[in-house]
């Protein structure tokens, strides 16, 4: 069975830095196509970034050169930087993964950016 859990959410500060993970079980990330997702409230969820199993990475415009995704095989544990937060990037953030013909997500974290 597929679980996914996302920590390290919180409140940070407008220019602030917070790393998200998301621990995965029933899976191996490393062979798999991973992504990050978030939803403001009132929002649709749109998606933030992704890491294939080859290792290469992209993310969205609106997150471009303040946010990075990677994972740690070891840990089986997929990884959000964010620096240089703004108050447009509150929302609850939600990894994915695509497996055996169903998205899996998980609970979510939240990030509130505010001073």
């Known amino acids: 069975q597929v679980q996914l859990v996302e920590s390290g959410g919180g409140l940070v500060q407008p220019g602030g830095s917070l790393r998200l993970s998301c621990v995965a079980s029933g899976i191996i990330i490393s062979i798999n196509t991973m992504r990050w997702y978030r939803q403001a409230p009132g929002n649709q969820r749109e998606w933030v970034a992704i890491?294939?199993?080859?290792?290469?990475?992209n993310v969205a415009d609106s997150v471009k050169g303040r946010f990075t995704i990677s994972r740690d095989n070891a840990k089986n544990t997929l990884y959000l930087q964010m620096n240089s937060l703004k108050p447009e990037d509150t929302a609850v953030y939600f990894c994915h993964v695509y497996y055996n013909g169903r998205d899996y997500w998980g609970q979510g974290t939240q990030v509130n950016v505010s001073s």
């Open positions: 890491i294939v199993s080859g290792g290469g990475t």
